[in-house]
């Protein structure tokens, strides 16, 4: 009688183990779904973003044009890296003495 018992229990605590492990692995797996739904949706965001920003310069007149990329151009040049501004301020400040 006992060992029937044992049996019993090992058996339920085996079910018990093997249970768990499959929902936290449907969990990780609907986690990783998610992430790649949210991904692919951040892609086709983009990409209707980019398109309406040609659409937006290709109604714009020549000059308007013409300015937009001049401003585009100025804008990289300025967030491209340059070096701080105290930086740039020893610079000026030294090469007025030389």
């Known amino acids: 009688m006992s060992t029937l018992r044992t049996f019993f229990l090992f ?6 183990f093997l249970g768990g492990c499959d929902s936290k692995r449907r969990t990780v797996i609907d986690r990783q ?5 949210m991904e692919e949706r951040y892609k086709e965001s983009e990409k209707i973003l980019e398109e309406a920003r040609k659409e937006h310069y290709e109604i714009q007149t020549p ?5 937009m990329d001049e ?3 100025k804008s ?20 007025l003495f030389e």
């Open 63 to 67: 000059e308007t044009q013409k300015r």
């Open 71 to 73: 401003t585009r151009r």
């Open 11 to 16: 058996l339920l605590i085996l079910i018990v």
């Open 33 to 37: 779904e998610q992430e790649r739904r």
């Open 76 to 95: 990289k040049e300025w967030n491209r890296g340059r070096p701080p501004f105290y930086i740039r301020w020893y610079r000026a400040i030294v090469s």
